[in-house]
């Protein structure tokens, strides 16, 4: 199989797992904190398909891992590791989904950039990088894959 392959599959997968686990579970922590009142793993259908909202959540979150798995393979020093899967989801998803998704949703730019939310919003991307980070090294290390 080749790398390139390879380094897809883990993206996609670290992706996946991690909104699972890291980004749910920061929400929750979020919402412990009477931060927020997310509705975890939520099940109300998206449009246009009507797939659960959380399986959209991963589906996104899978292509996601795939392109920090290319880019921060790429970057600098301290970078390459844990650092640059965090700053990915903090800030390259963060500012796409404030940026591009949340107009095409019809909702305003940042959804308002209101607080709490706009600091939560940041943390839970930060985690669920973290996460991916952990996940693909995990997989890499499980199959012996660079």
Known sequence: MPDWLKTAIVGF??????ILIFHQGSLWVAQEMGLLKPTLY???PVPPWGVPTIVSQCFWGGLWGIAAAFVVERLPGQLKGWL?????GAIV???????????IKGAPIGYGFR???VYVV??????????MWLVARGLRRAFNWP
């Open 42 to 44: 939520n099940m109300k």
């Open 93 to 103: 998803v963060t500012l796409a989904n404030w940026f591009i998704v949340a107009p």
């Open 122 to 131: 940041l943390a839970v991307y930060a985690v669920w990088g973290f996460g």
């Open 13 to 18: 997968i670290a992706g996946v797992v991690s």
């Open 84 to 88: 640059g899967w965090t700053l990915f």
């Open 115 to 117: 607080a709490p939310g």
